[in-house]
Each structure stands twice: as structure tokens, then as C-alpha cells.
């Protein structure tokens, strides 16, 4: 079991920069692929970034590539998502996510363990 506890989610301006976190504790942090997701009101929960156990990869969506940078510290049992240049469109629930079949099921939100999501809310 691994359990996720996502911070870092507040009100910030346009063109502004946000920083979250994921703690995890649990079983084994470092053999799990790690992601974030996000859902905007009344939207579907979609995709945002992955890392690779190492931390050697990462994937992105196309509507956060050059401003959104995921990492994680394997030592700390942490995963982080800097946001860098942020727009409202991306206001949304942020979730961090765990998955023990690489990255690439991470994009197809093949999930072993959820967050419980932290708010972020750009203002124009």
C-alpha cells in the first residue's frame, strides 16, 4: 500500500509560478512510474506529466510542455511539479498518481494509487 498526499495548491496570478509536492510513505516510493493529473470543474481528469522510477524520463501533455517540470527525490519519497508561466485554463484539482507498469501506463491512467488532489487556481 502507498499512500499520497499531494501540497503546494493555492490562488496565484497569471504568468505566475506554483510548486507542488507529493509525499508518499508506504511500500517501496522509488519502484513505482509517479504522475500528475488534473480535473477542472466539470471537466474530465486528464493528463499532465510522468516520471520514471529513476527519474531518468519524463512525459508531458502538450498543453503544459515548456512551463510544467516534474521531478521526484527517490531519497525524500517525493514528487514535484513545478508550474511555471500559468494561465487560468490551468485552474483544476491536481493529483498525484502511482503506477508499477512504467510511464506509459501512467498515460493511460493505468493507476495503482491516487492522491486525494490539492487545488489550483490561476486568477486572469
Keep these: 500500500q502507498v499512500q499520497l498526499v499531494e501540497s503546494g495548491g493555492g490562488l496565484v496570478q497569471a504568468g505566475g509560478s506554483v510548486r507542488l509536492s507529493c509525499a508518499a510513505s508506504g511500500r517501496s516510493f522509488s519502484s513505482y512510474a ?18 520514471t522510477w529513476k527519474g531518468s ?12 517540470t516534474v521531478s521526484r527525490d527517490n531519497a525524500k519519497n517525493t514528487l514535484y511539479l513545478q508550474m511555471d508561466s500559468l494561465k487560468p485554463e490551468d485552474t483544476a484539482v ?4 502511482a503506477g508499477d507498469q512504467g510511464v506509459q501506463s501512467i498515460v493511460r491512467e493505468d493507476i495503482n494509487y491516487w492522491g486525494q488532489g490539492t487545488q ?3 486568477s486572469s
Design 34 to 51: 509517479m504522475g500528475w493529473f488534473r480535473q477542472a470543474p466539470g471537466k474530465e481528469r486528464e493528463f499532465v506529466a510522468a516520471i
Design 120 to 122: 489550483v487556481t490561476v
Design 94 to 97: 491536481y493529483y498525484c498518481a
Design 57 to 68: 524520463s519524463t512525459l508531458y501533455a502538450n498543453s503544459v510542455k515548456g512551463r510544467f
